[in-house]
DNA sequence: GCGCGACTAGGCGGG
DNA sequence: CTAGTCGCGC
């Protein structure tokens, strides 16, 4: 391909970032300027236009679908299949693995992990932060093993490591059973071999630290680094991509400080505001027409952000059309809620043009998915839940997974506790005699897994009663059996040998409905891993069981996966993109969550963040967006007046039509100050009706259709133009298609193409 | 050692 | 409300 295709389609401002020379580079890139597609073309332009090769790239995504989706876009880009293979592309985590399973040898020499390790998730995380806490000698229903997780989360991604933490982070004596906790955890996380999430990040940079020599290779090697959702990294992350660029200081970072909503994972937005500070002789690169939304959309998104304080002074354009008034509609409570947003989308679905993959539903907390679910089950409209419980976490997926970590890793200590408490195969043996094996493991220099693997070899090895005996000789014969044959068995056939061997087969229910179900996820994860049976045994479960660990919900949402409407938090729609948005639940305590509201006093970044959230819903809309709040809510099993949240009075009146009895402009829940009282007397608020837009942008007209053009709709196929009918920005049609008769569509919602 | 009912604390977001 | 834990009786 040459140049000019490769830059065709591009904005000025596009392709000045996609043919950036060398050096930093940092490109602030409004919602829908086309920032994913200037990554793509920037490592398309570098590898063709520049001779890079692709192995000496390295380039950081925020989820592996992004990575998957950019991939795919380079080489179409490049148009030979493969080109781009050896590309290093990723998520952060999954950046930080590779790292450590490049280097086996130094990484248990220098920082004592063996090669096999285990990735730790949240769950396993929450195991090990709990037996910490008990460990110290305190309670873990007081301590909240969760809060402790996230402070030693905080700590790593300050990288601070317990020891430091213990010297010079104690100021309470809270900070002091944190410290305590957090050097017991990280003890028992090496000792079952294994890391957390943020191990991924902290480890590659302790291996640089221990073999500098290593860090240069790296260094060397990666000739240009690109990081996409920058406003997102935290400080380690921000550390590992200055270390890497280092060398040659091709520093390439796309992102949008009003799009920053993960400080509570540590994310700094410092990261991208002293982007300029840190590299003095950056280039700085703006995209801000939007290409995404409608004209009323990204005025309504650029009036909301605008009310935050901490911001830097951004423009925000497009070209598109008008299009719909952004629809603003109260209802009484949640289930009203859920009712008319399944009765709107059916609507919508029903003769407007509209496929259910193009509509997602949005909302704060993952509570909120349970009506909205509930009232999609009821409607015949398919629907895809995102987020949530995850696959992989669900109880019997876990049961079963526990025994292929366990022979992965036979220090898996917190595994073996599940096979214990959960399969049929541990019944019979209570903490004691786990106990009493443990001693005997200890003194024999064995991990707890092995030494039940020993006894039947050592019959007279720990103190056990008969009948525990029985069980562990039980436990310990079929883990080594298993073991044995896992090196032998694909992954399907080892599946089977484990649900077989275990008991855990015949332990459901065939009369109950719901273990039964349970029993078919469990085979859903048999048929997960068949995707892996070309793979040699050996190979196929390490790679699976880092899959398992580093997908995201967001990664599994398959561009081919077609049909149904996306529920889905606002914090993992980031990056994504639907013609039809519904934003719910914009309340006072949900939307900004109460936790915000209760630190805003001390501190307005919570709440600033919140409306982030809200921006980056809203700016997810191409075509059409709701935007919903109700004024009863059921919450953690309490019913609750609820105030419509405050971002509502930022939504520009001209461009909105509220459907709701109270104006969404006016805040319930507070009295209104004197000048507000003055201002909606002198506006005759509130009201409900349309008001014109005022001091219309310029926009160029929307496509036209007239009667009688023939056009191709991507579900029904060829078709006529049996009537047009001018809207104000927009035009209704009805068309005719030769094999599903006459429907009636939106112009700018149908994708229709002209038959020329 | 297991299974059950009673009780309580938390209550968001995710790689 | 719901998940997780306690404490009892078996």
Same mark, same amino acid.
């Given at each position: !391909? ?92 999954s950046?930080?693995?590779?790292? =450590? ?6 990484? /248990?020499?220098?920082l ?22 008990? *460990? ?11 809060r ?10 300050? @990288?601070?490591?317990?020891?430091e ?6 100021? %309470? ?40 020599? +290593? ?38 970072v ?6 920053? &909503? ?72 949640? %289930? ?19 496929? $259910?993959?193009q ?7 993952? *509570? ?13 409209i ?46 019979? @043996? ?6 009493n ?6 003194? %024999? %220099?064995l ?7 020993? =006894? ?17 000789l039980k ?6 059996? =298993? ?10 056939? =080892? ?13 459901f ?6 273990? !039964? ?32 660990? +580093? ?30 948005v519904?934003?719910?639940? +914009? ?64 939504l ?19 009295? $209104?100050?004197?000048?507000e ?21 310029? &926009? ?20 006529v ?7 104000? /920005? ?7 298609? *030769? ?9 700018? @919602? ?7």
């Amino acid at each position: !391909m040459a140049i000019q295709d490769l830059l065709h389609g591009l904005n000025a401002e596009q392709s000045a970032a996609v043919t950036a020379g060398n050096g930093p580079v940092l490109v602030v890139a409004g919602p829908g300027s086309g920032k994913t597609r200037v990554l793509s073309h920037r490592v398309a332009y570098l590898i063709q236009e520049e001779h890079v090769s692709p192995d000496r790239i390295l380039a950081v995504t925020f989820t592996n679908k992004a990575a998957r989706e950019m991939r795919d876009r380079i080489e179409r880009l490049l148009g030979t299949g493969g080109a781009a293979s050896g590309l290093v592309m990723g998520t952060f985590h999954s950046i930080g693995v590779r790292f =450590l399973r490049q280097n086996p040898g130094i990484v /248990s020499d220098r920082l004592g992990i063996l090669p096999n390790f285990l990735i730790y998730d949240d769950g396993d995380q929450m195991d090990l932060a709990k037996k910490a806490v008990i *460990a110290v000698g305190m309670d873990p229903r007081q301590l909240a093993p969760r809060r402790m997780l996230s402070r030693v989360s905080a700590a790593k991604s300050m @990288l601070i490591s317990p020891s430091e933490f213990a010297r010079d982070h104690i100021t %309470n004596y809270d900070d002091e059973i944190v410290s305590r906790v957090y050097a017991e955890y990280d003890r028992a996380l090496r000792k079952a071999n294994a890391v957390d999430f943020d191990d991924l990040l902290v480890l590659p940079l302790q291996l640089f630290d221990a073999a500098p020599k +290593l860090l240069e290779v790296y260094q060397e090697r990666f000739l240009h680094v690109l990081v996409d959702e920058y406003q997102d990294t935290n400080r380690v992350q921000y550390i590992l991509v200055s270390a890497l660029s280092a060398k040659h200081r091709n520093l390439f970072v796309v992102g949008d400080p009003d799009q920053s &909503i993960y400080a509570w994972r540590q994310a700094d937005i410092r990261n991208i505001l002293d982007f300029e500070q840190d590299f003095p002789d950056a280039k700085r690169v703006h995209l801000e027409i939007n290409y995404r939304s409608t004209a009323r959309i990204v005025a309504t998104a650029d009036r909301v952000i605008r009310d935050n304080k901490q911001r830097i002074e951004r423009l925000l354009r497009t070209e598109n059309s008008d299009g719909e008034h952004v629809i603003v509609r109260e209802l009484s409570d949640q %289930n009203h809620e859920a009712q008319f947003i399944v009765g709107e989308i059916r609507r919508l679905l029903n003769g407007h043009g509209v496929t $259910p993959e193009q509509v997602a539903v949005m909302y704060r907390t993952t *509570a909120q998915s349970r009506v909205l679910e509930e009232a999609f089950r009821i409607s015949d409209i398919p629907y895809k839940i995102v987020g949530g419980l995850r696959f992989y976490e669900r109880k019997e997926v876990k049961d079963v997974l526990a025994v292929f970590k366990l022979l992965y890793n036979p220090a898996d200590e917190i595994s073996l506790a599940r096979i214990v408490d959960n399969l049929p195969l541990g019944r019979g @043996l209570g903490p004691k005699a786990v106990d009493n094996v443990r001693t005997w493991a200890t003194l %024999n %220099n064995l991990t707890l897994s092995e030494a039940f693997m020993a =006894l039947p070899g050592n019959p007279g090895g720990p103190e056990l009663s008969g009948s525990g005996k029985a069980a562990a000789l039980k436990l310990g014969s079929v883990l080594a059996n =298993l073991r044995q044959r896992s090196t032998e068995l694909t992954l399907s056939h =080892l599946f089977d040998a484990v649900v077989e061997d275990t008991g855990y087969k015949g332990s459901f229910d065939h009369d109950s409905e719901e273990e !039964m179900q349970r029993w078919s996820n469990v085979l859903e994860l048999r048929s997960d891993l068949t995707r892996y049976d070309e793979m040699s045994p050996a190979d196929a479960l390490p790679a699976y069981l880092e899959q398992v660990a +580093l997908v995201a919900d967001v990664d599994q949402l398959d561009a081919n996966d077609r049909g149904h409407v996306t529920l889905i938090t606002l914090h993992s729609a980031k990056g994504l993109e639907f013609p039809v948005v519904f934003i719910t639940g +914009l309340e006072e305590g949900l939307l900004p969550i109460n936790r915000a509201i209760e630190a805003e006093f001390q501190d307005p970044q919570p709440i600033e963040e919140e409306r982030r959230l809200f921006y980056v819903g809203i700016t997810r809309a191409e075509k059409l967006l709701y935007i919903t709040y109700t004024g009863m809510r059921m919450l953690y099993g309490r019913t609750q007046m609820s105030a419509p949240s405050r971002f509502l009075a930022s939504l520009p009146e001209q461009h909105i039509k509220s459907l709701g009895t109270r104006h969404a402009g006016i805040n319930q829940h507070r009295q $209104p100050s004197l000048m507000e009282r003055a201002k909606q007397t002198a506006s005759g608020l509130p009201q409900a009706t349309v008001r014109s837009m005022s001091a219309a942008p310029v &926009i160029p007209p929307p496509r036209t259709y007239a009667v009688g053009e023939r056009v191709f709709h991507p579900k029904f196929g060829e078709g006529v133009i049996g009537e047009a009918i001018d809207r104000r /920005s927009d035009q209704e049609l009805a068309v005719d298609f *030769a094999r599903h008769g006459r429907k009636r569509l939106l112009a700018s @919602l149908a994708q229709l193409d002209l038959i020329e």
